[in-house]
């Protein structure tokens, strides 16, 4: 470790190697786990620890946690984005989990171990043993960011198919109580109307579902990380998948009563953009064959059809 520096990754250096940098990150947060355990074994007993050990254990601390920064700092950006982000992530978190140990043992009594010191000794632990788990490239890495996002979809579109078949009122379970008796307040339902265009928005949520999982399916089958411009591409799905998400959440949202015609329309707007735009990159890259564009046609329509419905049902709105 010695040979990688503190900051980003520079020019000069020696061919970088994936497999030697996850060997590399594996051995830091092993070494870093082991300090932890040694940190929180020699504050667990009556005894006072000595102001000699106290130094050498903050110092292989310290340089456990520095060289797990290191390990990071060498994987460059090239390699990925998204995988870049990921493992940062999971090198936060054991630094932080450090930083948590520390506080826990400096203000905790030194007669006995304590509860506490125990759940973040443990934390420190499973922080570092994830590394194990981190997609090894920036195809497996954009499968997992996929994924993720296709979950939250799948939840938002569960959410809102729930709330259509519990009936007229989707608060009934939380608003009624004896303080605010029954409600006859017609903004808690949705209209006749509502529900005309609630139904346009689900298909829009649907094919958005169907976006992520198809794009996911092909990243998979087709996606690769040879080469800079693969690698972009992949970051570039990632990036588009991401914004997809929220935006999928914010149109729920908006479509509970009482229903905001305008907030649906801007929010759908905002929705066939990103899925336009995603199908758009998705035919354009490395990771759809000529055999997989029916589908990227076929969701096209599916996505125009259902903005021209919602465009007809709120055109008074704009």
């Known amino acids: 470790l010695s040979t990688f520096t503190e900051g980003e990754p520079g020019e000069g250096r020696e061919p970088f190697e994936l497999p030697r940098f996850w060997d590399a990150l594996g051995q830091a947060f092993k070494v870093t786990s082991q300090e932890a355990t040694k940190l929180s074994l020699a504050f667990s007993g009556p005894s006072l620890t000595s102001a000699e050990d106290c130094q050498k254990l903050s110092e292989d601390v310290q340089n456990a946690i520095l ?9 460059p950006k090239g390699q990925g984005t998204t995988l870049r982000k990921m493992v940062r992530d999971a090198t936060a978190e054991v630094v ?3 930083i948590q140990l520390t506080e826990t043992i400096l203000s905790a009594p030194l007669e ?8 973040s000794t443990g934390g420190v632990w499973e ?7 981190l997609p090894r490239d920036n195809q497996a890495a954009v499968v997992s960011a996929l994924a ?7 939840d938002a579109l569960e959410e809102m198919e729930r709330a259509l078949v519990e009936g007229q009122d989707p608060y009934s379970d939380i608003m009624e109580d004896e303080e605010l008796g029954f409600r ?9 109307a509502d529900r005309k265009l609630l139904s346009s928005c689900m298909g829009l949520m649907k094919a958005s579902k169907s976006c992520l999982k198809k794009i996911l399916g092909v990243v998979k089958a087709y996606g ?3 080469s800079p ?4 591409q992949l970051d570039d799905l990632a990036d588009i998948a991401n914004e997809i998400s929220p935006s999928v959440d914010e149109l729920a949202l908006s479509m509970y009563p009482p229903m905001n015609q305008l907030a649906v329309r801007l929010n759908v707007n905002t929705q066939e953009a990103f899925l336009m735009n995603f199908l758009h990159f998705c035919r354009t890259s490395h990771v759809c064959p000529p055999s997989e564009e029916g589908w990227v046609q076929f969701l096209t329509g599916a996505v125009d059809h259902n903005m021209n419905k919602i465009k007809n049902f709120t055109q008074g709105q704009l």
Not at 148 to 154: D, S, T
């Open 127 to 133: 922080a570092c043993e994830r590394v194990s788990n």
């Open 96 to 98: 932080e989990g450090m």
């Open 112 to 119: 006995s171990l304590s509860q506490e010191q125990l759940i």
């Open 224 to 226: 690769k990380a040879d």
């Open 67 to 75: 060289a797990v920064a290191a390990v990071y700092y060498w994987l």
């Open 229 to 232: 411009e693969q690698i972009s």
């Open 184 to 192: 006859g307040n017609r903004d808690t339902y949705w209209s006749e």
């Open 148 to 154: 993720a996002c296709l979950g939250v979809v799948k």
